[in-house]
């Protein structure tokens, strides 16, 4: 009964920060100041910082539920679709690998103690294949937040999240590569 409680305190502790990061987010106008076009132009800006700026900001971004694809678009617009794509796939594997630490410290592992069969057969499914299911989740669901929270409150080790990312996130940020460079160039013209 107190673990079942400590684990309840610690959601609850999770939601109340990714709450007020949210509205600290839309208070402050920063998740509306991170769109395509700003961040794009903040990294030009910068120069060499931009690079710098864009880790930053898509990191900042993902806690505040800022769509990953508009990083990923910005960092192909600036740099194009080689170094661009390269730069985002990387940039989106470290974002949800520091979501994944900070949700996980907070939270500990609250999914992987509840007793429903569903959650039970979603975890012992999980926990047989955890890099597989990690790689299909990723490349449908791409670098979503609520995902990332479920993963990182489960009993996936820190290291299958990683290699399951990685893998992941390649297929869909290469192809969001190619389809933004084919867009900008259209557009281009």
Avoid: Q
Avoid at 75 to 86: F, K, L, M
Avoid at 88 to 113: H, K, M
């Amino acid at each position: 009964m107190a673990e079942k409680r400590a684990r309840l305190i610690r959601l609850a502790v999770l939601a109340a920060i990714l709450i007020a990061l949210v509205i600290a987010g839309e208070l402050t106008g920063l998740r509306r100041s991170l769109t395509l076009e700003r961040v794009r132009a903040l990294t030009v800006e910068m120069g060499g910082w931009g690079v710098l700026f864009f880790v930053v900001a898509f990191v900042v971004g993902e806690f505040l539920y800022v769509p990953g694809l508009a990083f990923v678009a910005a960092g192909i617009a600036v740099y194009g679709r080689w170094w661009g794509g390269a730069l985002a796939w990387a940039t989106a594997v470290l974002s949800v690998c520091v979501t994944f630490v900070v949700v996980r410290t907070i939270g500990g592992r609250a999914l992987g103690g509840i007793d429903r069969p569903l959650v039970k057969k979603l975890m012992a499914g999980m926990e047989r294949r955890p890099v597989r299911t990690v790689v299909i989740l990723r490349t449908v669901f791409i670098i979503s937040p609520p995902l990332n929270y479920a993963l990182a409150l489960s009993t996936l080790e820190f290291r299958d999240f990683l290699i399951g990312s990685a893998i992941g996130l390649l297929p869909p940020i290469c192809a969001a590569a190619i389809l933004f460079d084919r867009l900008i160039g259209w557009l281009a013209h």
